[in-house]
């Protein structure tokens, strides 16, 4: 399995913007998909910020589209989730995961991480209003 270690949570201000990374160890054969999700006590993880290899484009919860991006850096196995426009709502601990690819990913992936076998261990961001 891929080793996925997230970092770059803290504490930010309502409207503000925060980046967070995550390192990947290991390789996996073939094409994959990348994501972040977010958990709060008592919920599944969910508000997934989905990419795959085969064509690179992003997929989004509609929660966090137009305020998240996701995006890869192969080269340095690393993947990122900008996150701008901040709301105390977006308060949770983020995970990083990883999957083979599966069938109807783009359909599934921002709303459940059910499918990814391979996850961080978290990094806590909480937003203030």
């Known amino acids: 399995e891929v080793q996925l270690v997230e970092s770059g949570g803290g504490l930010v201000q309502a409207g503000g913007s925060l980046r967070l990374s995550c390192q990947a160890f290991?390789?996996?054969?073939?094409?994959?998909?990348i994501a972040w999700f977010r958990q709060v006590p008592g919920k599944e993880r969910g508000a997934g910020s989905c990419i795959g290899s085969v064509d690179g484009n992003p997929y989004y919860a509609d929660s966090v589209k137009g305020r998240f991006t996701i995006s890869s850096d192969n080269a340095k196995n690393m993947v990122y989730l900008q996150m701008n426009s901040l709301k105390p709502e977006d308060t949770a601990v983020y995970y990083c995961?990883?999957?083979?690819?599966?069938?109807?990913?783009?359909?599934?992936?921002?709303?459940?991480?059910?499918?990814?076998?391979?996850w961080g261990q978290g990094t806590q961001v909480t937003v203030s209003s």
């Open positions: 290991g390789y996996a054969s073939g094409d994959y998909v």
């Open positions: 995961a990883h999957s083979g690819l599966f069938s109807s990913w783009i359909g599934l992936c921002p709303h459940s991480g059910a499918a990814f076998n391979s």
